[in-house]
């Protein structure tokens, strides 16, 4: 039985069905069209994230110093628990920014090296690492979609019981 092979000039053949997908030269330049971005994007929430960890020592002292100053002057301008309370909200950013560039980046490596050796496994660990990535981010909009809305609430229910009052 001989094996031939299509002449160039023919289309490949269309898959038969879902399962069937195969990546051509379009899809390809695409991809890695995308490595490039997605590794761009991640590596400048990394950056990002060591800004903010460089904050938390500058931000920290400053207002403990500033805590000090106005507490040897008599007012109560800031207060330790403010001073925590921001140190507290920077880690939170710092790992709310981390998880996904680092999703990311997995994503934009394992995407490039598949490309690159053809490899199927390296393929779908990619596309894992960006269903994680995007599965975070979905999580995170759901969270505060729902926080805005019990700010909402809060506030209507404020509204009426102290705009009753007046």
Same mark, same amino acid.
């Given at each position: 039985? !001989?094996?031939?092979?299509?002449?160039?000039? !023919?289309? $490949?053949?269309?898959?038969?069905? &879902?399962?069937?997908?195969?990546?051509?030269?379009? /899809?390809?330049?695409?991809? %890695?069209?995308?490595? =490039?971005?997605?590794?761009?994007? /991640?590596?400048?929430?990394?950056?990002?994230?060591?800004?903010?960890?460089?904050?938390?020592?500058?931000?920290?002292? #400053?207002?403990?110093?500033?805590?000090?100053? +106005? $507490?040897?002057?008599?007012?109560?301008?800031?207060?330790?628990?403010?001073?925590?309370? &921001?140190?507290?909200?920077?880690?939170?950013?710092?790992?709310?920014?981390?998880?996904?560039?680092?999703?990311?980046?997995?994503? +934009?490596?394992?995407? %490039?090296? $598949?490309?690159?050796?053809?490899?199927?496994?390296?393929?779908?660990? /990619?596309? %894992?690492?960006?269903?994680?990535?995007? =599965?975070?981010?979905?999580?995170?909009?759901?969270?505060?979609?729902?926080?805005?809305?019990?700010?909402?609430?809060?506030?209507?229910?404020?509204?009426? #019981?102290?705009? $009753? =009052?007046?």
């Amino acid at each position: 039985m !001989e094996i031939t092979t299509p002449p160039v000039d !023919e289309p $490949a053949p269309v898959p038969s069905g &879902l399962f069937d997908l195969t990546i051509d030269g379009t /899809a390809r330049t695409y991809l %890695k069209n995308t490595t =490039r971005w997605t590794r761009f994007l /991640a590596i400048t929430g990394f950056v990002f994230c060591g800004l903010l960890f460089l904050c938390l020592f500058i931000v920290g002292p #400053l207002l403990s110093s500033l805590y000090t100053f +106005s $507490a040897v002057r008599g007012d109560s301008f800031v207060q330790p628990m403010d001073t925590r309370g &921001l140190l507290v909200g920077i880690i939170l950013q710092i790992l709310l920014l981390l998880f996904p560039s680092l999703f990311l980046f997995r994503f +934009s490596t394992s995407l %490039k090296i $598949a490309l690159q050796s053809n490899d199927q496994q390296r393929l779908n660990l /990619a596309f %894992k690492n960006m269903r994680i990535f995007y =599965r975070f981010l979905g999580i995170l909009l759901l969270i505060f979609l729902s926080l805005g809305v019990l700010m909402l609430l809060f506030s209507v229910i404020m509204a009426l #019981l102290f705009g $009753a =009052r007046g």
